[in-house]
């Protein structure tokens, strides 16, 4: 049974950065895409970035592009992302997965909170 655990969420003022990371186990991680998704109070879970599963190819969606990059250590089954130039619309709870245009979905993990605000 996939398990996810993320991490390194907080309260930072816009402009800033963080790093999060997702310890993947309980299966293959390095032989799947994998994805980061956020998802605000009211709003549906959006996809934000993805990963092939060897990391060579990565992309993004439209309101990160520029600010946020996706990458992996598939020994450490680990995945990050690391967020910059963050604004008051990335306020939301974090979660990685599966990369759900490819593959099933694994069990959610409790996410991480990140809030962007003065």
């Known amino acids: 049974q996939v398990q996810l655990v993320e991490s390194g969420g907080g309260l930072v003022q816009p402009g800033g950065s963080l790093r999060l990371s997702c310890a993947a186990s309980?299966?293959?991680?390095?032989?799947?895409?994998m994805s980061w998704y956020r998802q605000a109070p009211g709003k549906e879970r959006e996809l934000v970035a993805s990963?092939?599963?060897?990391?060579?190819?990565?992309d993004y969606a439209d309101s990160v592009k520029g600010r946020f990059i996706i990458s992996r250590d598939n020994a450490k089954k680990t995945l990050f992302l690391q967020m910059s130039l963050l604004k008051p619309e990335d306020t939301a709870v974090y979660f990685c997965n599966k990369d759900r245009r490819r593959h099933s979905l694994g069990d959610w993990g409790q996410g991480t909170q990140v809030t962007v605000s003065s």
């Open positions: 309980r299966f293959t991680f390095a032989s799947y895409a």
């Open positions: 990963i092939t599963a060897v990391g060579g190819s990565t």
